[in-house]
Structure formats: C-alpha cells, structure tokens
C-alpha cells in the first residue's frame, strides 16, 4: 500500500534529476545505455574489466541507482512517484538481473544490489499493474538498446 507523496518527495526527486545530468553521470549512462548487456559474470568482466574506465562507468550507474532505491526501502522516497518519473531503474535492473547471483558471489555480499533488486522487481509489478503489456515492451527495448549508443 503506497502513501501520499510529498512535497519533500518531489523535492528528492528533482535532486536526482539534476545529479542525473551531470556531465560524467550523462557520459556513464550513455556508455552503459548503449554498452553494457551482459549476459553473464564473464560478459560483464569482458565488457568492462575491473580497473577500466568502463568499469568505473558501470560502477557509478549501478551504485546510483541502488542509492536511489535505498531511499525507496528505507522510506524516504516515494515508490510511487518514483516510477511515475523515471524508467530508468527498471533499465538498469533489467541490464543487471542476469549477472547479480555471479556478482553477489565474486564480491563475497550476498546483500550486492540487493535494493536496486528489489524496487526493480517492485517496478516491474508496478507496471504489470498498470498494463498487461507494459513489462514486456519494456524488456525488448531494454534489449534493442544494446550496442545502440542511445542515450
């Protein structure tokens, strides 16, 4: 069951809009956009090995994002709102889902993106319930965007 957002809820939210638009955050979402779609722990370690700068690319979108859901599970952010504005949590899930357990595993913290996990698996229920075909749609654009270069 959801609350009502608040103001302080949408004041968050364009906090992290604005943080979005840094010049080296755009740069990392458009390199992870249009690079980085592993389909494995070996993929992800090819694509971008530990120590490169497209590593450090994965790493700061990831770890963005997992901020922002850590405000969601802790219940300073709105969930609702939160997907009212944004899509790009649910990308970033879908990218990552299939190499979690591997990373969990390879960094020894079973709790590895675990908030991300699950406002990511919140999302995608959220949008289930707002349209049968919304989630799928969702997952094939995720998979057309890679090796696009979109932004």
Known sequence: MSTQATYDDANLIL???ELRREEKMRKAREWFTGNFAPASMEDAMKIAPPGSPENAMVRQ??????????FVTAGVLNQDLLFQS???LVFVWERVRAVAPSMREFVKNPHAWHNLETVGNAYIK???????????ASQTMVKNMAGSGAR
């Open 61 to 70: 979108v990831i770890s963005y994002w997992e901020m922002v859901a850590s």
């Open 86 to 88: 944004t899509g790009e």
């Open 126 to 136: 959220w949008m289930e319930s707002n349209g049968p075909e919304a989630y799928p």
């Open 15 to 17: 906090r992290l809009y």
